[in-house]
């Protein structure tokens, strides 16, 4: 079992930033890739940006050049720094976890952006 925790999202004024957080603990391998994702009322849940513990990347388009994506292994914690932020980047982020023992999700933590 692994165990996510977000922590981070808010309310920000639009062109504004912020930095999601997740701890992961839990019986976790050296591989894995983590990940955000976001979801608005009515939509499917979306692909934001991953990770691997080897610090590849990769982004949607609509974070690229405005979200940064880390990790720092020794504490099994991944960030997501997000600058620029605009109102259609509303919605709750979840963090994403794959590898062994398997794939997990968090709660999810809101980020709203106001116009």
């Known amino acids: 079992q692994v165990q996510l925790v977000e922590s981070g999202g808010g309310l920000v004024q639009a062109g504004g930033s912020l930095r999601l957080s997740c701890a992961a603990s839990?019986?976790?391998?050296?591989?894995?890739?983590m990940g955000w994702y976001r979801q608005v009322p009515g939509k499917q849940r979306e692909f934001v940006a991953t990770?691997?513990?080897?610090?590849?990347?990769m982004y949607a388009d609509s974070a690229k050049g405005r979200f940064t994506i880390s990790r720092d292994n020794n504490k099994n914690t991944m960030y997501l720094q997000m600058s620029s932020l605009k109102p259609e980047d509303t919605a709750v982020y979840y963090c994403?976890?794959?590898?062994?023992?398997?794939?997990?999700w968090g709660q999810g933590t809101q980020v709203t952006v106001s116009s």
């Open positions: 994403n976890f794959r590898g062994k023992p398997g794939n997990y």
């Open positions: 839990g019986s976790i391998f050296s591989i894995n890739t």
């Open positions: 990770i691997t513990t080897s610090f590849t990347t």
